[in-house]
């Protein structure tokens, strides 16, 4: 069973820039597709961002692309989400997730595809 951690939440003004990363232990990163999602209180948790378990395939909602970057070191049992250009909409909880296999792109954005869980980190932008 994986156990995730993140860090690197805190607050940012807009148009600034954080870095959340998520360790894994418990198992070999590298067998899971990962991912993040966000949840603001009252609101349905989202898809952020994925990666596939080779790193050569990944996934964006629309309204972070070009502005978020998701990656992996497998050797580090990391992965990471890069914020640039954060905005007041992007605050939220971020929880990283792991599932095993390797999915097709279609399904990299479905909470069932993951199968754990990180307790999440809080990102707040504002001025």
């Known amino acids: 069973q994986v156990q995730l951690v993140e860090s690197g939440g805190g607050w940012v003004q807009p148009g600034g820039s954080l870095r959340l990363s998520c360790a894994a232990s418990?198992?070999?990163?590298?067998?899971?597709?990962v991912g993040w999602f966000r949840q603001v209180p009252g609101k349905e948790r989202e898809f952020v961002a994925a990666?596939?378990?080779?790193?050569?395939?990944?996934s964006y909602r629309d309204s972070v692309k070009g502005r978020f970057t998701v990656s992996r070191d497998n050797d580090k049992k990391t992965m990471y989400l890069q914020m640039n250009r954060l905005e007041p909409e992007d605050t939220a909880v971020y929880y990283c997730?792991?599932?095993?296999?390797?999915?097709?792109?279609?399904?990299?954005?479905?909470?069932?595809?993951?199968?754990?869980w990180g307790q999440g980190t809080q990102v707040t932008v504002s001025s």
């Open positions: 997730v792991a599932g095993l296999g390797n999915p097709i792109t279609s399904s990299l954005g479905l909470a069932s595809t993951y199968d754990y």
């Open positions: 418990g198992g070999t990163l590298s067998t899971y597709t």
């Open positions: 990666i596939k378990r080779s790193g050569s395939g990944t």
